[in-house]
């Protein structure tokens, strides 16, 4: 059958129809079925007072044009949206070493499970999962002084500004992080982690307190969508191998237990936080955010999540 069809093809997402203005304009709109709808991250204290009614998204395409729409400029704890970046540096230093001590597989549990931890000796399933982050943040340890300022010297170098920590947020993990804890001693305890448990959850619960908004987050995401390089410069931050890598594990696993489910309704590579951000890409084109606070079961944005669907299906941009 011929013509029936909207087209694909690779010069045309996304759809030529619809500027990216409008079409992120009118997610702001259409998103409000969706609003109320999930719950703040309570269980860490310093989230729970954040305005669950807010929302936001931003677009940076590969050749330097942004968009933003609703509160993208509102900055947000990134929370595990930070394992993407942990992993890049991890992993420019590590190279394939890094892959001895965590695995680069789908969960299926959710993100904070000890369960195949412990089963699968202190060997976490992916570098996206809690577990997983908090061995990076090790590795990381080895790579550098002080891996929190290389972070955020990094990210600096992406947006043109240093970002903040929020240290009230910082506090508040590590007064109620008990199963990531729980999680640093059982790989300690398989010797799997060479640094001491509390100076590895300092740099994890730091990385997640690191403060951006949707446009700063879609600026920083994409050398991901642009073969490992930052648009518009000379600056590679991987190589090309390592970005398609790192876009594979972010749609395997970006989502925890509802990767599959990301992967069916979104269909592109995605990282999220329980601050309710959602940073993606469509490689060779662009890289987005979105972000509202209130999550659904799993960890991930309702609202944020629709937004992203709503995105793939009108420009017609996915992976698939
Ligand atoms: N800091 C959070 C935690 O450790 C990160 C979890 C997340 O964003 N999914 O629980």
Redo the contacts with the bound molecule.
Sequence with gaps: MTGTYPSRSTSRCPSDLLSLQELVDGIAVDIAAVMGRGKVADY?PALADVDADQFGMAIHTVDGQFYGTGSSGVGFSI??ISKVLSLTLAIEHHGDDLWNRVSVEPSGDP??SLVQLEHECGVPRNPLI?AGAILVADALLDAHDDPIDALLSLIEQLTGRRPSIDEEVVSS?KAT?FR?EAMANLMKSFGNLKHSVADVLDVY?RQ?SIVLNCEELAQVFAYLANAGRQPGSEVVVVSPLRARRINALMLTCGTYDRAGEFAFKVGLPAK????GGIAATVPGKLALCAWSPALSAS?NSVAATEALRLFAERSLCSVF
Excluded at 272 to 275: F, M, P
């Design positions: 860490i929370q595990s993100f904070n809690n993990e992080g990531n619960f997640c999220s936080g329980v601050g960890g």
